[in-house]
């Protein structure tokens, strides 16, 4: 099984930055790939960045030139940084994993972190 452990978010005002980490742990060798994703109050949860286990990546519009991905397989975590960060982009950041075995596929997700961009 695979664990994911999120940390980096926190309270930042308006254009500020912040970076974004997810620990992975279990059977970090079967993860293929991992994104982040958000939920604000009230809203679905919505896709944010996708980078593939060979650093393929891919983003929301919302966050394009904004936002980057990126994973560090030898420290087995995935980084998210935050720019120019705007009071719609409030919400819990949750790390994601694709597992594939030759017995069974699953996902699993992180406990979330908190992002409250406000003046």
């Known amino acids: 099984q695979v664990q994911l452990v999120e940390s980096g978010g926190g309270l930042v005002q308006p254009g500020g930055s912040l970076r974004l980490s997810c620990a992975a742990s279990g059977s970090i060798s079967s993860i293929n790939t991992m994104g982040w994703y958000r939920q604000a109050p009230g809203k679905q949860r919505e896709l944010v960045a996708v980078i593939t286990s060979r650093g393929v990546t891919n983003y929301a519009d919302s966050v394009k030139g904004r936002f980057t991905i990126s994973r560090d397989n030898a420290k087995n975590t995935m980084y998210l940084q935050m720019n120019s960060l705007k009071p719609e982009d409030t919400a819990v950041y949750y790390c994601?994993?694709?597992?594939?075995?030759?017995?069974?596929?699953?996902?699993?997700w992180g406990q979330g972190t908190q992002v409250t961009v406000s003046s």
């Open positions: 994601n994993a694709h597992t594939t075995t030759v017995v069974r596929s699953y996902m699993t």
